[in-house]
């Protein structure tokens, strides 16, 4: 991952913010939208003897994403909270779901607060772009003051609860200060990378990636060229309606300025359903 972010951090050095955003564009509308797209086959997996469960898994997760466009519809900014929060905690818990093992309230809550960490470094290094996507959204901005303080409340957060798991020996001291340096890199990261290539970088390589080999090794019992390719095909299908989902959706909005704006609006609504699949793949696995 190390690697990889090394060599887009230097593409976009290279080529600048333009070609670098369309490459970011590129990257979550095609391994980004792929990484969900086999969400119903591991439903279907996880309640193979019951033909009733499926099918009623289905309802759930369609009647989700249903809900999810409504709400954005009906209130986009109240939209935009619920992504950010579903996603924060998806991205804690596909980082971290193996290297603690504890259940509890403790455990999830640690997911919640790596992720916001995240989401807060990209919007704390990136105000100007930030404002430009919440206004062409939702026609005001977050303060680059609570962006500020949520930042620091979940840094704290972070590392005290990261001493309290290692005091209860339910993670290394090696994973923790890996954690941190992989933290303060990806800082670093954001802060010489516009917004959206910054989000592509990480939801790419250190989400898309990793969930997809779990995934490919949850439905085949192994990783390897044939199960990945197989993975890709089964999710060929939903990924081309994902896709022409967005362009119509950009194309068909004229409110929306910024294509990034219509691209949210799609991701915001296959999370909340690609969240519990996982979670219920990750409690089963």
Same mark, same amino acid.
Request: glycine share 4%.
């Given at each position: 991952?190390?690697?990889?972010?090394?060599?887009?951090? @230097?593409?976009?050095? =290279?080529?600048?913010?333009?070609?670098?955003?369309?490459?970011?564009?590129?990257? $979550?509308?095609?391994?980004?939208?792929?990484?969900?797209?086999?969400?119903?086959?591991?439903?279907?997996?996880? #309640?193979?003897?019951?033909?009733? #469960? $499926?099918?009623?898994?289905?309802?759930?997760?369609?009647?989700?994403?249903?809900?999810?466009?409504?709400?954005?519809?009906?209130? !986009?900014?109240?939209?935009?909270?619920?992504?950010?929060?579903?996603?924060?905690?998806?991205?804690?818990?596909?980082?971290?779901?193996?290297?603690?093992? &504890?259940?509890?309230?403790?455990?999830?809550?640690?997911?919640?607060?790596?992720?916001?960490?995240?989401?807060?470094?990209?919007?704390?290094?990136?105000?100007? &772009?930030?404002?430009?996507?919440?206004?062409?959204? $939702?026609?005001?901005?977050? !303060?680059?003051?609570?962006?500020?303080?949520?930042?620091?409340?979940?840094?704290?957060?972070?590392?005290?609860?990261?001493?309290?798991?290692?005091?209860?020996? &339910?993670?290394?001291?090696?994973?923790?200060?890996?954690?941190?340096?992989?933290?303060?890199?990806?800082?670093?990261?954001?802060?010489?990378? !516009?917004?959206?290539?910054?989000?592509?970088?990480?939801?790419?390589?250190?989400?898309?990636?990793?969930?997809?080999?779990? &995934?490919?090794?949850?439905?085949?019992?192994?990783?390897?060229? =044939?199960? $990945?390719?197989?993975?890709?095909?089964?999710?060929?299908?939903? @990924?081309?309606?994902?896709?022409?989902?967005?362009?119509?959706?950009?194309?068909?909005?004229? !409110?929306?300025?910024?294509?990034?704006?219509?691209?949210?609006?799609?991701?915001?609504?296959?999370?909340?359903?690609?969240? @519990?699949?996982?979670?219920?793949?990750?409690?089963?696995?």
């Amino acid at each position: 991952m190390i690697f990889f972010t090394f060599l887009l951090f @230097w593409f976009g050095i =290279q080529f600048g913010e333009i070609v670098e955003d369309s490459f970011a564009f590129f990257l $979550v509308i095609t391994i980004g939208i792929l990484h969900g797209a086999n969400d119903l086959l591991i439903l279907s997996k996880r #309640n193979f003897s019951s033909k009733k #469960n $499926v099918n009623k898994n289905l309802l759930i997760y369609l009647f989700m994403i249903t809900l999810c466009v409504i709400l954005f519809f009906l209130n !986009s900014f109240v939209a935009i909270i619920t992504f950010i929060v579903i996603s924060a905690f998806h991205f804690g818990e596909e980082h971290f779901s193996e290297k603690i093992k &504890q259940n509890g309230i403790e455990r999830y809550f640690y997911f919640f607060i790596y992720g916001l960490i995240v989401f807060g470094m990209l919007f704390y290094n990136s105000e100007i &772009q930030l404002k430009e996507i919440m206004i062409d959204l $939702v026609g005001i901005s977050f !303060s680059p003051y609570l962006v500020k303080v949520i930042l620091l409340i979940s840094v704290l957060l972070f590392l005290l609860m990261s001493v309290y798991f290692f005091l209860k020996k &339910q993670i290394s001291l090696k994973i923790v200060v890996r954690e941190i340096f992989y933290l303060m890199f990806l800082f670093l990261v954001f802060k010489t990378t !516009s917004l959206i290539y910054g989000f592509a970088i990480y939801f790419i390589l250190w989400h898309s990636l990793p969930s997809i080999l779990h &995934q490919v090794l949850y439905l085949s019992g192994e990783v390897n060229k =044939q199960t $990945v390719l197989k993975f890709v095909r089964k999710a060929l299908l939903f @990924w081309v309606i994902s896709a022409i989902g967005i362009l119509l959706l950009y194309f068909l909005t004229p !409110s929306l300025k910024f294509f990034s704006s219509s691209l949210f609006a799609v991701l915001f609504a296959v999370t909340a359903p690609h969240m @519990w699949v996982m979670s219920t793949m990750k409690s089963t696995a």
